[in-house]
């Protein structure tokens, strides 16, 4: 078993990034710039957010937090993301879930400019994964994944990818990314039927069904690569994965850690996202 080491990967992707901000900088003249709104007191979106901004400082980038209380009203926070879209200082808009639940997601989602929609959820956005060429980004969690295949050498193209969890945000993206270099793909969920004879049959194994431990080792083939997006708590409060790791990374040739693993990869495609946006965003300008 080889550990899949996301810290690192994550760091080598940033120092990337933090070439391609300072490119822009001395292109454009100013930074590119992310704006991150977060509504309530969710503790963990509290700590999400305070290492999104940290990253992008850290690449150089502007960062922008707008916090609001619980009880701000749906119409208020579309007035502020319809600021914000008309703002050219601003490329990138996220807005923190989960919201309170008198706000709908979806029109949230909805209201950002697909051009500033640096996580991908847009419907349009997300219709472009279908076709890549034209696609400014890729949804960062699943573009993380693809980015730990790439950089660890995982032969894709042929092998059989099985990916546990439908989810709009993670499962049924990277199954389409999985597809678009050609592996066959099989997407499992809670009503998927002779479960692990399903996954022993992966040569890459992506689980992101968020219940700790789900993954047991007599659902893992010999050799395969698998891949842990979940995040979790254990029964001692301890962050975990979906897989039960001390013994699936018994029979895998290659896992991600959690925490360790996909995570840090996740901030890593927000900060890319953020700064294609900002190419983006002036070779508009040019052509007006």
């Known amino acids: 078993m080889s550990l899949i080491d996301g810290k690192a990967i994550a760091a080598e992707n940033r120092e990337k990034t933090a070439k391609r901000v300072a490119e822009f900088i001395e292109k454009y003249g100013r930074a590119p710039k992310l704006t991150v709104i977060r509504v309530g007191n969710d503790q963990a979106s509290i700590v999400y957010v305070r290492n999104k901004k940290t990253a992008c400082e850290a690449a150089g980038m502007l960062s922008e937090v707008i916090e609001m209380p619980e009880e701000t009203e749906e119409s208020f926070l579309l007035a502020k993301i319809a ?10 808009i996220l807005v923190q879930l989960p919201l309170p639940r008198h706000i709908s997601e979806r029109a949230v989602i909805k209201a950002i400019s697909p051009e500033k929609d640096v996580d991908c959820f847009h419907p349009q956005n997300a219709g472009l994964i279908f076709n890549l060429e034209e696609a400014t980004f890729l949804p960062c969690t699943p573009a993380g994944v693809m980015e730990l295949l790439h950089h660890e050498n995982v032969k894709i193209s042929g092998k059989n990818a099985v990916v546990v969890g439908r989810s709009n945000i993670v499962g049924k ?7 678009s270099e050609n592996a066959t793909v099989t997407v499992c969920h809670s009503r998927t039927e002779n479960l692990a004879e399903v996954t022993r049959s992966a040569d890459i194994l992506v689980s992101a069904v968020g219940k700790a431990g789900f993954i047991t080792a007599d659902m893992v083939k010999e050799g395969a690569v698998v891949i842990d997006v979940g995040i979790n708590r254990d029964a001692n409060g301890k962050l975990c994965g979906d897989v039960d790791f001390n013994e699936v990374a018994k029979k895998a040739s290659l896992i991600t850690p959690v925490p360790g693993g996909v995570g840090p990869m996740t901030i890593t495609m927000l900060l890319s996202n953020t700064v294609n946006a900002a190419f983006a965003a002036e070779e508009r300008k040019k052509q007006k």
């Open 83 to 92: 600021e914000l879209n008309a703002d050219d200082t601003v490329d990138g």
């Open 173 to 179: 993206p990277v199954a389409l990314l999985l597809l």
